[in-house]
């Protein structure tokens, strides 16, 4: 019997047409799939999900994405529909070895299986990311930015998932300030370089992001559609 993340993916690879698929490292022994649709010259976008395993709005909106068909000529993509398929498979955040993967990047010296993903990202050298993330704690969608100079599209972003879920109204999330749902996240100035995220990686390698979270207090339609709405506001 395949695997849910296989029957995801096979259907995921069946529905996005216009997409081409490749596998790029492993995590727990399978397979990594991305898929990419490149236009020469044009501004490169990443979007991630599921590096949290139990986190499924974000797969569900790449998929309703893709499968809509209808995409931008002025942007290059690059889709990871799962990064944690074991987590995806078993419905848990971590992966195998109960690491939590998005506290496994920036250790060049421990040969983590996020390595592969650090890899591919130094290769696109993407214009721009966003990960797709869900929250199991706070009431309304946020989303966190690198740089002050991302507030407006970070807006756009709130403002289009809103239709779907309440913005998350609490004036800190986990510690972090946050302002009408948007985090700015104080890894420039406040946390150490070396804080094991994908994002403080991405910051280190100078690279925007856009980490979109919907609360997982809503049906998973709905955080879909909010995670398709943060989609739709990047790749417009
Ligand atoms: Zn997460």
Redesign the pocket.
Known sequence: MKSPSSEFLISFKKVARGFKSFEFGSFDNQKIVAFHRIIPDAPRVLITA???GN?KAGPLGLYSYVARNRHPNDLSIVLIPIINRYGFDNHA?ENEQDRDL?RAFNKPLAKDSTDSLEKLVMKLNPDVVL?L???GVHKGCYVYIGYEDQREDAEVIIKNASKYMTIEKGKTVFKDKCEQGIILSNIHDGRPKTQQTFETFLTNNNIPYF?F?TSQLYSLKRRAAAQLAAIDSILG
């Open positions: 599921a590096i949290h986190e955040r998005n990960n993330h869900e929250d980490t979270e």
